[in-house]
């Protein structure tokens, strides 16, 4: 449903606030409080209904939910003193009071937030379930045929990326002839954005959420950058429910647990400043330098688009606690237990992961094969030489799969009944 009010619409299919037509960045419980609000606006809302909706079992004090109707009016331009929008019936709990117009589809020749799909481009199909801990999950999967999941990397929005010219083609092309599973992590996109535990334990977790919500049994799954060190541990868990493991620009060892110089714990330093005091603020040069270094052979616009996505993905808050968290990343032991056939892509000119982390997982990990890619880029441009060549491994090394008699559809129903 897609509910109208001023310049905003809040869309409740694609969880999305709109303001004149552009996305607003805006965390899923906050989301949550407006959605129940406006779909209920004919009466007061009880504090202790919206503190069930939101969050569940989760047991949160009074002060969580206020703190969502503040930012909630932030969001929509209301406040405390004029409660245009949503009003305070002390004693009882809120109303939404702003006029509201209903739409269930976008109006014939008005603006939409995202085009039809070109021809043969299928539309991704975003879900939720939540952790043992409470925490919501958003999860998308796209294409069709046998499963590839992706484990969460530090700073994804599973909407904005569908659309962003940084991950666009990593999705059309991985969900060539299967079904890409891919999902935000706690913190981040349409996920929870006030986790509790952010830790290499919880990001484990949270994909034993995904994939139990989904039926999968046995599959392959790739992880890319630090969603590297949460696939191999997953796998090290899990044996007998991966069936190949895809590593790409992967480590190891996090950069506080492999520092030797005092350089090496200086650099991180600076990169935790830049995220702390740059992050939020509209002036993006902060965020270029991680774009940068990302993808230091990219155009400059791809830089600001990327610097652009990690705006809206998550708070500079939240950004710097599940930074720290890779730092402190080390999965050698996990590493060197696997025996799972593994395939690892690393580019020998990378910026962000230095090769040697490729290195020494093939060197970990037994029967393991080691793809040299010739690139700088972390996030791997589709215009490079080295993106054709990651396609065609990672495309050859799951049809080994196939072609050894294994199950090539895998009946995925979603478990979870929504946020």
């Known amino acids: 449903m897609?509910?109208?009010?001023?310049?905003?619409?809040?869309?409740?299919?694609?969880?999305?606030?709109?303001?004149?037509g552009?996305?607003?960045?805006?965390?899923?419980?906050?989301?949550?409080?407006?959605?129940?609000?406006?779909?209920?606006?004919?009466?007061?809302?009880?504090?202790?209904?919206?503190?069930?909706?939101?969050?569940?079992?989760?047991?949160?004090?009074?002060?969580?939910?206020?703190?969502?109707?503040k930012a909630a009016r932030r969001a929509v331009g209301?406040?405390?003193?004029?409660?245009?929008?949503?009003?305070?019936?002390?004693?009882?709990?809120?109303?939404?009071?702003?006029?509201?117009?209903?739409?269930?589809?976008?109006?014939s020749?008005?603006?939409?937030?995202?085009?039809?799909?070109?021809?043969?481009?299928?539309?991704?199909?975003?879900r939720f379930c939540r952790t043992a801990d409470g925490e919501r999950l958003a999860y998308a999967t796209v294409g069709d045929g046998p499963p590839l999941v992706r484990a969460a990397h530090w700073i994804t929005h599973l909407d904005h990326e569908w659309e962003s010219p940084v991950w666009q083609h990593w999705m059309e092309g991985l969900s060539r002839n299967r079904?890409?599973?891919?999902?935000?992590?706690?913190?981040?996109?349409?996920?929870?954005?006030?986790?509790?535990?952010?830790?290499?334990?919880?990001?484990?977790?949270?994909?034993?959420?995904?994939?139990?919500?989904?039926?999968?049994?046995?599959?392959?799954?790739?992880?890319?950058?630090?969603?590297?060190?949460?696939?191999?541990?997953?796998?090290h868990r899990h044996p007998e429910r991966v069936s190949r493991l895809v590593l790409v620009g992967a480590f190891v060892q996090g950069r506080r647990a492999r520092a030797t110089t005092p350089s090496h714990e200086l650099e991180f330093e600076m990169q935790r400043d830049l995220i702390r005091l740059g992050w939020g603020r509209d002036e993006h040069s902060f965020r270029l330098y991680f774009s940068s270094v990302f993808m230091p052979d990219?155009?400059?616009q791809v830089w600001t688009d990327f610097a652009e996505l990690m705006r809206r993905t998550t708070s500079a808050e939240n950004a710097l606690r599940l930074f720290d968290?890779?730092?402190?990343?080390?999965?050698?032991?996990?590493?060197?237990?696997?025996?799972?056939?593994?395939?690892?892509?690393?580019?020998?000119?990378?910026?962000?992961?230095?090769?040697?982390?490729?290195l020494q997982l093939a060197s970990l990990i037994r029967g393991s094969r080691l793809v040299p890619l010739e690139t700088r880029n972390h996030l791997l441009r589709p215009d490079e030489p080295a993106w054709a060549r990651f396609l065609a491994e990672v495309d050859a090394f799951l049809a080994e799969e196939e072609s050894t008699g294994s199950p090539r559809g895998v009946h995925m129903v979603s478990k979870g009944g929504g946020p």
């Open 22 to 69: 552009e996305p607003q960045h805006v965390q899923p419980q906050v989301f949550d409080v407006l959605g129940h609000l406006v779909a209920n606006r004919s009466r007061v809302v009880p504090k202790t209904e919206l503190l069930d909706t939101v969050w569940g079992d989760r047991f949160v004090s009074e002060s969580s939910l206020t703190s969502r109707i």
């Open 325 to 358: 968290a890779c730092l402190d990343m080390d999965v050698t032991q996990a590493a060197a237990a696997l025996d799972v056939p593994t395939l690892i892509l690393h580019g020998r000119g990378e910026t962000r992961i230095p090769f040697e982390q490729g």
């Open 179 to 235: 079904t890409l599973v891919r999902y935000d992590e706690r913190g981040c996109g349409l996920s929870d954005h006030d986790p509790y535990d952010v830790s290499l334990e919880s990001f484990v977790h949270d994909l034993e959420t995904v994939v139990d919500d989904l039926g999968l049994e046995r599959f392959p799954l790739m992880g890319l950058s630090q969603g590297g060190p949460v696939a191999v541990e997953y796998a």
């Open 78 to 107: 209301d406040d405390g003193i004029t409660q245009g929008f949503i009003k305070t019936v002390h004693g009882r709990g809120y109303r939404w009071v702003a006029d509201v117009a209903e739409q269930a589809e976008p109006a």
């Open 298 to 300: 990219a155009d400059p």
């Open 2 to 20: 897609r509910y109208s009010f001023g310049d905003l619409v809040l869309d409740t299919d694609r969880f999305v606030l709109e303001r004149g």
């Open 109 to 126: 020749g008005g603006h939409r937030t995202r085009p039809e799909p070109p021809p043969g481009r299928v539309e991704q199909r975003i």
